[in-house]
């Protein structure tokens, strides 16, 4: 069974300042990880994905996450948050099975809101 | 972005009635999904399909049905809407995945639908 902690319902930053949006997860194999962000009445959309390659992973908008298998963590950092970047964050596992296939089910966690001030 | 679009944007009905969602994708993809966004839930699983015909359900599937009958298409219907059930919905596509990968899903804008 998979599932997925956000560890802050909310965070606020002041612009220019760092970002850490944090996340757990429990995965029975090997997990599929993702970070999508959501702006105000918008769909998703995706800022980056882990699928056992690199354990730092860059995606867009200056937004990197690092995989820690032993802590089973998945935190997203951003050095220098923009007004911009205000938004639901939204961290996503899915499993692929033993038998190394996937329908591609997704587990979301419950989301951050991230409050961006001037 | 990828070519998914949803029909209606917004809805409202009544309880007790009928209500379809559409989904279509332009990207000829094999696998589609829908979820629905509650606060505090984030994205859950309503129902999903791999391929024409194919689908099964996700962990809320009480109360709606799906059905694909071409590739591009992917109905969502509530046979009788429910307050419980206003809610914003989401589609969402994906390729086929290779094994040991999981390929990326693409979500379409959503549709909030209010049942009154």
């Known amino acids: 069974a998979q599932s997925v902690t956000q560890l802050d319902s909310h965070v606020s930053v002041s612009e220019g300042t760092p970002v850490l949006l944090r996340c757990n997860y429990s995965s029975s194999y090997s997990p599929s990880l993702f970070w999508y962000v959501q702006h105000p009445n918008k769909g998703l959309q995706l800022l980056l994905k882990y699928t056992s390659a690199a354990t730092l992973v860059k995606g867009i908008n200056g937004f990197e996450a690092e995989f820690k298998k032993s802590e089973t963590s998945f935190h997203l950092t951003k050095p220098s948050a923009h007004m911009s970047d205000a938004a639901e964050y939204f961290c996503?596992?899915?499993?692929?099975?033993?038998?190394?296939?996937?329908?591609?089910?997704?587990?979301f966690g419950q989301g951050t809101i991230l409050t961006v001030h001037p | 972005d990828a070519g998914i679009t949803q029909s209606p944007r917004h809805k409202v009905t009544e309880t007790g009635t009928p209500v379809t969602l559409r989904c279509h994708q332009t990207?000829?993809?094999?696998?589609m999904y829908w979820y629905r966004q509650d606060p505090g839930h984030g994205l859950r699983l309503i129902h999903y399909?791999?391929?024409?015909?194919?689908?099964d359900k996700g962990e809320v599937s009480d109360g709606y049905s799906v059905s694909r009958s071409k590739t591009e298409d992917f109905l969502l219907t509530l046979e009788s809407a429910t307050s419980s059930q206003t809610s914003v919905y989401f589609c969402a596509i994906s390729d086929i995945p290779l094994a040991g990968v999981v390929d990326t899903q693409y979500f379409g804008p959503g549709t909030r639908l209010t049942v009154l």
């Open positions: 990207e000829n993809h094999r696998y």
């Open positions: 399909s791999y391929g024409v015909k194919d689908t």
């Open positions: 996503v596992v899915s499993d692929v099975n033993a038998g190394g296939t996937s329908y591609g089910k997704l587990t």
